[in-house]
């Protein structure tokens, strides 16, 4: 199937800094990916539909000025997670939709733990 | 009301056993189904999709009630293996998916 990779897999950081999450596609384009946020024991949450050489579109509740995406090539969309506070802690995953034998299924990146202390 | 709501279980099942649970959506104009597996701190994967007049994938049967809005899996023979988390996946017509929480199965030897 499709490859989505998806780096750092964890990142601790200090309360106050940014960080920066890498979402590739690696043998297929894609025009629109997904940000999800999951926290312990829940579901994903879809943050933000990220879209190739324009705005992202936001969930309600998201703040877009802190979680900054962008998309500047068919594959390749970034998540910063800008003055990160302890509350951000969590787990980050991004997502493609692509062509698969069963029709068109979405492919996963492989998380990213962020702890911020 | 959540999109999709689960049964979190755990439901701990011995090796061979059967096992099953349910999902329900709230949404009647939902497209398309699926179950998706999680391990733990991993990414979901792709299970199986769930089709209207339900499918089996070796021994994995899914099932949909439109009607009711409840999407089941059933896992026959259970496998150490399959110990994890299963999501509930429901997608409209928007590309945008919803999840479970998932349910939570542990099989032990």
């Known amino acids: 199937g499709a490859v989505v990779s998806q780096h750092p897999s964890w990142v601790i950081c200090k309360s106050g800094t940014s960080v920066k999450i890498e979402c590739r596609s690696l043998?297929?384009?894609?025009?629109?990916m997904f940000w999800y946020r999951q926290f312990p024991k829940q579901s994903l949450m879809l943050m933000a539909t990220?879209?190739?050489?324009?705005?992202?579109?936001?969930e309600q509740g998201v703040e877009k000025d802190k979680f900054l995406i962008n998309h500047a090539s068919l594959t390749l969309s970034t998540l910063t997670v800008t003055s990160a506070h302890p509350e951000d802690s969590s787990f980050y995953i991004c997502?493609?939709?692509?062509?698969?034998?069963?029709?068109?299924?979405?492919?996963f990146g492989q998380g990213t733990r962020l702890t911020v202390v | 009301r959540k999109e999709v709501e689960q049964d979190p279980g755990p439901f701990n099942v011995p090796e061979g056993a059967t096992v099953a649970f349910n999902c329900t959506y709230s949404?009647?104009?939902?497209?398309?189904f699926f179950w998706y597996r999680q391990d733990c701190r991993k990414e979901p994967k792709l299970l199986m999709s769930v089709y209207s007049s339900g499918n089996e994938d070796g021994r994995f049967t899914a099932q949909l009630n439109r009607a009711s809005q409840y999407i089941s899996l059933l896992i026959r023979d259970s496998k150490l293996s399959d110990s994890a988390t299963y999501l509930c996946v429901v997608n409209k017509n928007d590309y945008k998916l919803s999840f479970g929480a998932g349910t939570t199965v542990t099989v032990r030897a």
């Open positions: 990220s879209n190739e050489g324009s705005k992202a579109t936001y």
């Open positions: 043998d297929f384009q894609a025009t629109t």
């Open positions: 997502s493609a939709r692509a062509i698969s034998r069963g029709g068109t299924e979405a492919f």
């Open positions: 949404n009647s104009a939902s497209q398309s």
